[in-house]
């Protein structure tokens, strides 16, 4: 039971260019979530899914999009990348609304 | 929107002290959660404690939401406590997180 997982750990991208992060889980669990951090702060999600084929805009969405095709895997795409950009990205996930969330180990992202 | 704040920022502590963190957050919450990241960025589940109060070995969390505060406490600190403990509410399915408090354990 690997719990959540990320790929990759970590990434440089010039600015403009594109990638996207995976997430996987093997809990089964109907909720996930991208969120990233900047230094010296918390959190902050960025979108989340509420179960397979769906999605919905966290606290900030702008320059990023998100895919659940199915229900272990939440991708995460920067489609023209900015240094702004520059993060370490999460992903957890959770049973549902209620209940705690578990955490990926992260993927630190460079954008130069 | 919601606000959530923690102290204090920084803690530095010798092996074997005690600490308390705490955690306030200005609106009702359906859930709270404490979080420690580790040196290597690792964020680990501390307690899902929406009220009431927790105890895990040397670690122990009570939360009082009619009064919107959640403390946590760290008895008999190890170096391995060393890190960034984050509190985090839920509102409406989303978990916002306070800026955490840095705690640096010395021998």
């Known amino acids: ?3 959540v997982t990320q790929t990759p750990k970590f990434r440089v991208l010039k600015t403009g260019q594109s990638m996207t ?3 996987a889980q093997d809990m089964n669990h109907e909720y996930m979530y991208w969120y990233r951090q900047d230094p010296g702060m918390g959190l902050r999600l960025i979108h989340y899914s509420v179960g397979e084929g769906t999605t919905a805009k966290g ?4 320059g990023y999009n998100v895919s659940r095709l199915k229900k272990q895997n939440f991708l995460l795409g920067l489609e023209s990348a900015a240094p702004s950009q520059t ?3 999460f992903c957890a996930s959770s049973t549902g609304r209620m209940y705690e969330q578990y955490f990926g180990p992260g ?6 | 929107g919601i606000q959530v704040e ?3 920022p920084d803690l530095i502590l010798q092996e074997g002290a005690n600490s308390t963190l705490r955690c306030n957050f200005s609106d009702s919450v359906n859930n709270l959660q404490w979080f420690h990241q580790n040196p290597w960025g690792q964020l680990i589940n501390l307690f899902y404690i929406p009220s009431g109060t927790k105890q895990n070995g040397r670690l122990s969390a009570t939360t009082v939401a009619t009064e919107r505060y959640s403390l946590l ?3 008999s600190s190890q170096t391995t406590d060393s890190g960034v403990y984050f509190c985090a509410v839920e509102r409406y399915g989303k978990l916002i997180f306070g800026t955490g408090t840095r705690l640096q354990v010395f021998p």
């Open chain 1, 107 to 112: 993927t630190r992202l460079t954008v130069t």
């Open chain 1, 21 to 23: 992060l995976l997430c």
């Open chain 2, 6 to 8: 923690q102290s204090p």
């Open chain 1, 59 to 62: 606290e900030v969405p702008d």
């Open chain 1, 1 to 3: 039971n690997a719990g």
């Open chain 2, 73 to 75: 406490y760290i008895s």
């Open chain 1, 87 to 89: 993060s370490v990205y």
